[in-house]
């Protein structure tokens, strides 16, 4: 039974609904990791014995990490302005969604995380935040900050810190759009070379899922926005999408989506608009349709799989879910595990190829991605990243 949120509602009302009665009290609580049972524990645990500690920590700083819960807890931070498919509503409303974020860190990774929600969009405001609350945490996770201010605010603290700075809304979604299309590429006897994408959507998701595509050596690809195919020389352009038309669309389209979907091998659908059927019937055979705004994708499943090879959304209800619980946890715990100084661009790229690498030879139309209950995805991507993280110099141990 769904009941409608007013202020007038009861609690008890709204407790009619299991989605209330879940959150009810909120979904996270702290505990301790050691007994208090008398008075010598008091004096480790505290006053006196604490201060031994801090002073081991102020004389070498890096202990921090060896004897506080640092290099385990991260900080999952929105400003309320991109929130799921609800858009700017605040930072107390966004407070459910981080919960939610921090109940999967442990879940599925055993990652510490603390919501917090700040009452601030002024992107010097939320560096400054962020920057000053960065001693209590071993890594920072973006949320929901809504674009194009989300690709500064990541760059700055990125620059600025040394620890992993991630916008999960970019680079959680690009990880997961990468490993499935690997995987949809070899079921069609394909590699990414071999294809061109077109990426509806020039939002945080969008241009994350077209850079990692650049990086991982797609054949082509053009990205729209709500005026039609980005490409280099059109006016209006903000920083992002000049610097997006300077680096792909090789072929030169200029008109709609849809037009530039005309013997395209892949759809890529992060805008929250619609594509006509007429258009996923003019893709090149073999096609594949990845239609991932939430709730309603750009095109219907059942209307795509009449034409399409493989269909993926962001829903759980249709195969192939692109959900970014694949990759966070793991994302993290891999960076968190070596106290890397920052994510580089090949530790995603590993973090995808160990999610591909997941299916093997199950690997089917409708079974292009695990599961994220799937037992061996966080350890084959937190073993990846970690890896890579050596591999790349970013790793402390």
């Known amino acids: 039974m769904a009941v409608t949120p007013a202020s007038s509602t009861s609690l008890e009302a709204l407790d009619l609904d299991p989605a209330f009665a879940l959150h009810r009290g909120g979904k996270l609580e702290i505990r301790s990791t050691i007994p208090v049972r008398n008075a010598d524990d008091l004096s480790l645990a505290y006053t006196p014995g604490v201060a031994r500690v801090c002073t081991a920590i102020a004389e070498n700083p890096e202990l921090v990490s060896d004897y506080t819960w640092v290099s385990n807890v991260v900080a999952v931070v929105s400003d309320g302005t991109a929130v799921l498919g609800l858009g ?33 969009t002024d992107v010097d405001a939320i560096v400054e935040t962020v920057a000053r609350l960065a001693p209590s945490f071993g890594g920072i996770n973006l949320e929901d900050i809504s674009a194009p201010r989300c690709f500064e605010v990541e760059d700055r603290l990125r620059a600025m810190l040394d620890i992993p700075v991630f916008h999960d809304d970019q680079h959680g979604t690009a990880i997961v759009a990468l490993a499935a299309l690997k995987n949809a590429a070899r079921l069609t006897g394909r590699s990414l070379g071999d294809l061109r994408a077109v990426v509806a959507g020039a939002g945080a998701s969008g241009v994350a899922v077209t850079r990692i595509l650049l990086e991982a050596g797609i054949g082509d690809i053009a990205v729209s926005d709500s005026k039609g195919i980005i490409f280099d020389g059109r006016e209006g352009l903000n920083s992002v999408k000049q610097a997006l038309a300077r680096d792909t669309n090789k072929d030169g389209y200029t008109g709609s989506t849809e037009q530039a979907l005309a013997g395209a091998d892949v759809f890529l659908g992060l805008s929250g608009s619609t594509v006509s059927e007429a258009s996923i019937a003019s893709m090149a055979p073999e096609s594949i349709v990845f239609a991932l705004s939430n709730p309603t994708p750009e095109v219907h499943p059942s209307v795509a799989r009449q034409y399409a090879r493989v269909v993926a959304t962001g829903r759980s209800d249709f195969p192939n879910q692109i959900n970014n619980v694949l990759a966070f946890p793991g994302v993290f715990r891999g960076a968190l595990d070596v106290r890397a100084t920052t994510i580089t661009e090949n ?10 690498g997941v299916v093997g030879d199950d690997l089917s139309a409708d079974y292009v991605i695990p599961s994220p209950f799937d037992a061996r995805v966080a350890p084959a991507v937190i073993a990846a ?7 790349d110099g970013v790793a402390r141990l």
């Open 88 to 120: 700017d509503i605040g930072p107390a409303a966004a407070m459910p969604v981080m919960e939610g974020k921090a109940l999967l860190f442990k879940e599925f990774a055993g990652v510490d995380a603390v919501p917090i929600c700040i009452d601030c």
């Open 347 to 356: 530790m995603k790229v590993a973090a995808a190829n160990a999610l591909a």
């Open 385 to 391: 990243v970690s890896a890579q993280a050596r591999a």
